[in-house]
């Protein structure tokens, strides 16, 4: 019986939200850097996750691109994006954080509302 609740607790762990803060650089295929508008694609050396947000920022600095919205597991239905000058707009999205070897290696999102489209891709550094 006891067995049974260490692998009950195993699995609730794994799929606890890894709240916290990274270090990293938001990195995008050149293709991708070619293709997008001016300020559709975010720039960050640091992402902060919490309950219900993904922030984006650099290391330092107050201001963040923050992706507001529900999490289920690993991946979060964004509702709103709040820019870097406080702003918040209404969105369609979605965030998904990635695992290497049970520990966050990366987080993106992707947002889309009638005033254009907004994406982040971080990776975590390991140095």
């Given at each position: 019986?006891?067995?049974?609740?260490?692998?009950?607790?195993?699995?609730?762990a794994a799929d606890?939200?890894?709240?916290?803060?990274?270090?990293?650089?938001?990195?995008?295929?050149?293709?991708?850097?070619?293709?997008?508008?001016?300020?559709?694609?975010?720039?960050?050396?640091?992402?902060?996750?919490?309950?219900?947000?993904?922030?984006?920022?650099?290391?330092?600095?107050?201001?963040?691109?923050?992706?507001?919205?529900?999490?289920?597991?690993?991946?979060?239905?964004?509702?709103?994006?709040?820019?870097?000058?406080?702003?918040?707009?209404?969105?369609?999205?979605?965030?998904?954080?990635?695992?290497?070897?049970?520990?966050?290696?990366?987080?993106?999102?992707?947002?889309?509302?009638?005033?254009?489209?907004?994406?982040?891709?971080?990776?975590?550094?390991?140095?």
């Amino acid at each position: 019986m006891l067995s049974l609740a260490f692998l009950l607790a195993a699995q609730f762990a794994a799929d606890a939200l890894p709240t916290g803060t990274y270090s990293g650089t938001c990195l995008y295929p050149q293709a991708v850097e070619e293709r997008a508008a001016p300020g559709e694609l975010v720039s960050c050396n640091e992402v902060h996750i919490s309950d219900g947000q993904i922030s984006f920022g650099q290391r330092g600095w107050q201001s963040r691109t923050q992706f507001n919205g529900i999490f289920e597991g690993s991946r979060m239905t964004v509702s709103s994006v709040t820019l870097p000058n406080g702003r918040t707009y209404e969105v369609r999205g979605v965030c998904e954080i990635y695992f290497a070897n049970e520990e966050v290696s990366t987080v993106a999102c992707t947002a889309n509302s009638n005033r254009g489209s907004m994406a982040a891709n971080f990776v975590v550094s390991r140095l």
